[in-house]
């Protein structure tokens, strides 16, 4: 199997909160971990590339001094909301794959977000 | 960027029908992935692809990685009332290699089964 948790599954907190969001891989090493934004009724947008070892990857429009991603060992990469507000409550996912060539992607559970 | 068109955006079928849904490109892709989503869920992999004109089977599902690889389609044969779902194909593009293997995903197709 190819198993993705993260957690938490849901957080509710306080505008200007800092948030974490971990996502491991549980019987595989990921060298690339993927962070996904998903809004209702949508699919899922691509945030950010974590990469083992080295500095995340984001995509066009995304705050990297917002959201901060670390990716420290090949089976853990956290997700960072800084200074949450309001309009950050989204569903996040993350997902993981297997080193090699167009691995697919294995998705955990999603965290959904919720600032007040 | 690519961009997948996935169609239909949703379908309701009766318990017992069979489903059938698709993903065009105007561009090449060297894999495509079918993944099913539960409502507060993240995707679950259905099916991989990895070849033109590949056809593979999970169970009642098929799905078919079109000849051009600009295309794929996904069929659910008897549908039950657990079908319920959105249904994302997704595809690795040739560029998007390296170490990142970004996926481009379609926008969804809702499936509703009436049982």
């Known amino acids: 199997g190819a198993v993705v948790s993260q957690h938490p599954s849901w957080v509710i907190c306080k505008s200007g909160t800092s948030v974490k969001i971990e996502c491991r891989s549980l019987d595989f090493q990921a060298t690339t971990m993927f962070w996904y934004r998903q809004f209702p009724k949508q699919s899922l947008m691509l945030m950010a590339t974590?990469?083992?070892?080295?500095?995340?990857?984001?995509e066009q429009g995304v705050e990297k001094d917002k959201f901060l991603i670390n990716h420290a060992s090949l089976t853990l990469s956290t997700l960072t909301v800084t200074s949450a507000h309001p309009e950050d409550s989204s569903f996040y996912i993350c997902?993981?794959?297997?080193?090699?060539?167009?691995?697919?992607?294995?998705f955990g559970d999603g965290t959904r977000l919720s600032i007040l | 960027g690519q961009q997948l068109n996935q169609s239909p955006q949703s379908m309701f079928i009766q318990e017992g029908e069979d489903v059938s849904m698709n993903c065009t490109s105007s561009s090449i892709f060297n894999t495509w992935l079918w993944y099913k989503q539960d409502p507060g869920e993240g995707p679950v992999l259905l099916i991989a692809?990895?070849?033109?004109?590949e056809l593979t089977s999970n169970g009642r599902l098929t799905a078919q990685f079109g000849i051009t690889r600009k295309d794929s389609f996904l069929n659910i044969s008897a549908s039950i009332p657990s079908d319920v779902g959105i249904y994302f194909c997704?595809?690795?593009?040739?560029?998007?290699?390296?170490?990142?293997?970004?996926?481009?995903f379609g926008k969804g197709t809702l499936l509703t089964v009436n049982p």
């Open positions: 974590s990469n083992e070892g080295s500095k995340a990857t984001y």
């Open positions: 692809l990895y070849k033109a004109g």
């Open positions: 997704a595809g690795h593009a040739p560029n998007s290699g390296g170490s990142n293997y970004k996926l481009t």
């Open positions: 997902s993981a794959s297997r080193t090699g060539s167009f691995q697919p992607q294995h």
